[in-house]
């Protein structure tokens, strides 16, 4: 018998619309002598979890700052099914997958509707956001008590198809003709990393004669793929691409390599979790067209759970306060402020925040978990408050102060101050993170 899983529903209005803004590292020989700067690594340690608990976080934040470039701050018109002004649902599916004695695990799914004023069987459901949590059974103080902890924190965002080589002259991959977006994960960077390195070897072999000619190893891929939460970190990002190189690169020199594998072994290092990962996926993927489009419908979703789903809607409406994201550098500032803050969520098991950065510090208050059984993590605090630090580090910034509330199920509302500036407002959708990934180009 499947458990009963439920989906909750609110109104939301009135957004503004938005931009996403592309990471865009690049390796030169500065970046590349980085590695070099970050904390040795140790057996224990696990580096692809927890961002600037193991590293030199100032010097993290010296490499994230040198990479983030001005054409950044050009942001990336975001389009979402129907249009940002229109009226719709957000939801949060509870979704069980274990009940044992020792082991409890369960899936929080979120997401939004297409435009819609009430929710129906064939209402269209978009997937942003997908966390597995895990509770335990730990010894405490008060004895044996089942523990949650946040397992997995992954964003859904669109086109996976990879970068495609179309022409032997570039110096950087192409997209291939008619494709709008592709990744750029940490396991994307050394895609393309390694295809440079391809395509320059063919040169030298002088095996490849034309200028114009296809990589074939590219295959059929789904239009949609899983980005961690904390790809959206930008110093968190970095450092995984970081570590992954200097791993990758000793091991070629312990192994006495030529260094041909070194991009291949890094980004098998760092590659992030298939759709397949998730039973609820492999299950809309067999019966719906979940990784074209992204999406399902209500009714489509409840015969995947064999109809055991509970249904609720929360008529109160939840209106953006703030306008949209637009060209300037407190957009761009507050776009990566709120993805660093949202992407620490699997560090943080935070549903909804505050914090307010001035002069002063800056404080953070966690005011609601993701489940009643969920403790926030108190280095957490600690390392985000470091990590928010990058802000005040790029070019042409001496000062960034900003208040921000986030509703990883709703809005993020942040006001933005630059160099004493006056400040600004925006409204971001936390709802719809997956669209406004920054692993997108």
């Known amino acids: ?14 957004l503004g619309n938005q931009k996403r803004y592309p990471a865009a590292p690049t390796m030169n020989l500065g970046f590349v002598n980085a590695v070099y700067s970050l904390a040795p690594p140790t057996y224990e340690e696990d580096y692809f979890a927890a961002p600037a608990e193991v590293l030199h976080v100032h010097n993290a934040n010296d490499i994230a700052a040198a990479q983030i470039k001005a054409s950044e701050k050009v942001g990336v018109d975001v389009e979402i099914d129907g249009g940002w002004a229109e009226g719709r649902f957000t939801f949060v599916a509870v979704i069980p997958e274990r009940d044992q004695h020792t082991t409890k695990t369960h899936l929080l799914v979120i997401g939004y509707t297409e435009p819609t004023q009430a929710i129906t069987d064939e209402t269209k459901l978009f997937v942003s956001r997908v966390i597995r949590v895990n509770k335990g059974l730990w010894a405490t103080p008060e004895g044996h008590q089942l523990i949650g902890r946040v397992g997995n924190d992954d964003l859904v965002i669109g086109s996976v198809r990879p970068f495609i080589p179309v022409d032997s002259k570039a110096t950087s991959v192409t997209r291939a ?72 690169t000793t091991e070629d020199a312990i192994n006495h390599g030529n260094g041909k594998d070194i991009f291949r072994d890094a980004r098998s290092m760092i590659r992030n979790t298939s759709l397949m990962h998730y039973p609820l996926f492999s299950d809309l993927a067999r019966d719906t067209m979940f990784y ?8 489509e979703f409840k015969t995947v759970r064999s109809g055991a789903v509970d249904v609720e809607v929360t008529e109160e409406t939840l209106v953006a306060e703030y306008g949209g994201a637009d060209d300037s550098l407190e957009s761009f500032l507050a776009s990566r402020i709120v993805g660093m803050v949202n992407g620490n969520l699997l ?59 986030l509703d990883v199920t709703a809005f993020a509302d942040i006001t933005v101050s630059v160099n004493g500036g006056p400040g600004r407002s925006f409204t971001y959708p936390a709802f719809a993170c997956g669209l406004l990934s920054a692993m997108m180009t």
């Open 347 to 405: 560090h943080g098991a935070f549903k909804k925040i505050a914090i307010a950065s001035g002069s002063s510090g800056t404080g953070i208050t966690i005011l609601e978990t993701l489940t009643d059984d969920l403790q926030p993590k108190q280095e957490f605090t600690t390392a985000l408050t470091k990590q928010l630090e990058l802000f005040s580090m790029l070019d042409g910034v001496t000062d960034v102060t900003f208040t921000l509330t």
């Open 177 to 248: 003709p008619g494709q709008k977006r592709a990744t750029m994960r940490p396991e994307d960077f050394f895609s393309e990393q390694e295809y440079v390195q391809v395509k320059e070897e063919l040169k030298e072999s002088k095996i490849h004669h034309s200028d114009n000619w296809l990589d074939m190893r590219v295959g059929w891929a789904p239009n949609v793929c899983l980005s961690t939460g904390l790809n959206e970190n930008i110093t968190a990002y970095l450092e995984r691409i970081l570590l992954a190189f200097r791993a990758a």
């Open 1 to 14: 018998m499947i458990p009963v899983s439920t989906i909750k529903f609110a109104r939301v209005s009135g």
């Open 292 to 299: 074209e489009s992204g999406s399902f419908s209500l009714s």
